[in-house]
């Protein structure tokens, strides 16, 4: 099994915390995203949308990390990622998307390389961007995960899983602005802490990759 990846790439690290809590052992293949590699001939014939990650398993290329997770959910059930009940897996779900659909998506290293390059906005306005649309994800995942009564040491319960491994990376995103107050997130902040004492979390974290800058 090889992972195409960047080390900053939250969706990368997503793949990463997967493979690491399923025990899979991986290589690694690096695609410099400020770099440009994944516009690369070569990578192209891999992944033709030209994003990361992508995964070979026996010969099947895999992309976007939500497809990859439920891949290997499916193909490794043991230790399960998703709950045993169909409410609980939507709950879990939902939670993951409204971070891998709702904030990654336009707060991206293309993204905002986009702004800053085509639209010439100013690192101020990239920087009020980013953090406006990680404050409306974080405000709603907040109210949810310390209300609803099912989150326990993690997202869901006491077992950590795709919710959890959708979460800590945006966390990690959310730090890149020190302008960006996290204080008002104190059940997010208490699930990444019990998340990042965990191993499987630890080892997949960027500044621990090999091709980290």
Known sequence: MKLFGYFRSSAAFRVR????????DYDQAFIHLRKNDQRSADFLKINPQGLVPALIDNGHVLSQSLAIIEYLEETRPEPALLPRDSVGRARVRSLAQAIACDIHPIDNL????????EMKHDAGDIEAWFNHWVKVGFDGIEQSLATDGKAGAYCHG????LADICLVPQVF??????????S???????????????????RAVPEKQPDAE
């Open 17 to 24: 915390i997967a493979l690491n809590l399923k025990s899979v």
């Open 110 to 117: 293309r993204v905002l390389q986009f702004l800053g390059k």
């Open 158 to 161: 006491d077992v950590p899983g």
């Open 173 to 182: 995103n959310a730090r890149r602005y020190p302008s960006f107050d996290l």
């Open 184 to 202: 008002p997130y104190p059940t997010i902040m208490r699930i990444f802490g019990n998340c990042m004492k965990l191993a499987a979390f630890d």
